[in-house]
């Protein structure tokens, strides 16, 4: 029997039907090694991954006068000369706050190895599954926070790979319930909680004597306490979005996405260090015209919400925002009225802490065809990200077979973006 198998089927059984709740996925990363930053104030991370394939020439490459610009306009932004797609209107007027880099190439134009390389930094292959962000910020910063997760999932993302379940994020599938199955039945008083868990202990004990020494067993005994305290804890509060005033709900707006992004808000103030907030819908090879409209004012909404909100909490500049997709779509219209697959140019964004902002990086040809100067890969994109986080990117870290790995991989940071 696979030993570790068992003793996670275990672990859920009797959360389920003794405690009366369902264990949180990717608590895990609570029970993970202390801060071994030695007390340093942590940056953090929100990363909006736009899945599907943002185009670039109709949100932050457009290419006005050019056949390939399609059906998309343009507006002048608040950097002279700065021009975005018509649906970015706020945005446009906070470019300042930006780095856009536009010159972004990839070497795969497939969605699930596109997203696995932007979120990994290495090529999806079968011997090995690499970490995210989330994971790799756990493991070289430690948590900052005794009771909440590292890392947190909105809609999907990356898990910890090879680095195992204590570094795995949290997922959370609707913004708007949080974290569901955490509220023990009315029945379930502190008394007969506190009675099952001594019979899931009892439950336990020949489990226990035939893995004495399971450094990894061992370890979900801490993830026992540490999830049980969570449930106790005021902290999950953070999770529960429907606590913000009304009038701040109604800036982020009703969307998935902007939901996502109040969410990420709140778990970013209450001491999260990295949240993922999935945005779909983005594979536009039919009606681009029709479908445009919505996501681009969408993420025109959300991001432009996110980002005064932060600065207003002040609370942007140890937070790194960045808004990713896994390639881009190619500068002509096909017979469908759509976009297809292009992974030689498109649009990334970064803001906030650590990030020279106010500068457009990198530009494509006439046509948004290629990534003409200053090429940025998929490698080098992440490099700069690990070193704005201020992680160790060239520090090797190796796997449970002895493989070495890096977070930079092959890339080397933008020296321009990174302040």
């Known amino acids: 029997m696979n030993e570790d198998f068992s003793r996670r089927s275990f672990v859920q059984a009797v959360a389920k039907s003794c405690l009366g709740v369902s264990l949180l996925p990717g608590l895990a990363s609570i029970a993970a090694a202390a801060n071994p930053s030695g007390g340093k104030k942590n940056k953090r991370m929100i990363y909006l991954f736009m899945s599907g394939a943002m185009s670039q020439i109709d949100t932050f490459d457009p290419k006005p006068g050019r056949d390939g610009q399609g059906p998309t306009g343009v507006i002048r932004t608040k950097l002279p000369g700065?021009?975005?797609g018509e649906h970015f209107p706020k945005l446009a007027a906070m470019a300042?706050?930006?780095?856009?880099?536009r010159s972004m190439n990839s070497t795969t134009g497939a969605h699930g190895p596109g997203q696995y390389l932007m979120r990994t930094n290495y090529t999806e292959i079968a011997s090995i599954v690499h970490p995210g962000w989330g994971s790799w910020l756990q493991k070289t910063q430690g948590r900052s926070h005794p009771s909440l997760p590292a890392s947190v999932q909105v809609g999907g993302g990356q898990g910890p790979g090879w680095l195992g379940?204590?570094?795995?994020?949290?997922?959370?599938?609707?913004?708007d319930k949080g974290l569901e199955n955490t509220k023990p039945p009315a029945y379930m008083t502190d008394q007969l909680f506190d009675h099952r868990m001594d019979l899931a202990a009892e439950f336990d004990k020949p489990f226990r004597k035939r893995t004495i020494g399971n450094l990894e067993v061992d370890g979900y005994d801490e993830l026992y306490r540490d999830a049980i305290g969570l449930l106790r804890s005021k902290d999950l509060a953070a999770f529960d979005i429907q606590a913000e005033p009304q009038s701040i709900q109604e800036k982020y707006g009703q969307s998935k996405l902007g939901r996502g992004c109040l969410l990420a808000r709140r778990l970013i103030e209450h001491g999260v260090q990295f949240v993922e907030v999935n945005y779909g819908g983005w594979d536009h090879h039919n009606e681009l015209a029709e479908s445009m409209p919505e996501h681009g004012s969408t993420l025109d909404q959300a991001l432009s919400t996110l980002l005064g909100d932060l600065e207003d909490r002040g609370l942007l500049e140890e937070t790194l925002v960045v808004v990713g997709t896994e390639f881009g779509r190619k500068p002509s219209i096909n017979a469908r009225g759509g976009r297809d697959h292009h992974p030689a140019a498109y649009s990334c964004l970064m803001a906030g802490g650590g990030i020279n902002v106010g500068q457009v990086y990198g530009s494509t040809d006439k046509d948004a065809f290629y990534a003409d100067d200053n090429p940025v890969s998929v490698e080098d994109f992440n490099?700069?990200?690990?070193?704005?986080l201020g992680l160790p990117i060239e520090q090797e870290f190796f796997s449970p077979q002895g493989r070495p790995f890096t977070i930079a991989h092959d890339g080397i940071p933008i020296d321009a973006i990174v302040s």
Request: aromatic share 8%; charged share 10%.
């Open 96 to 101: 300042d706050k930006l780095a856009i880099i």
């Open 383 to 388: 490099a700069t990200i690990g070193a704005a």
């Open 82 to 84: 700065v021009q975005f």
């Open 165 to 175: 379940t204590a570094y795995a994020p949290v997922p959370v599938g609707d913004p």
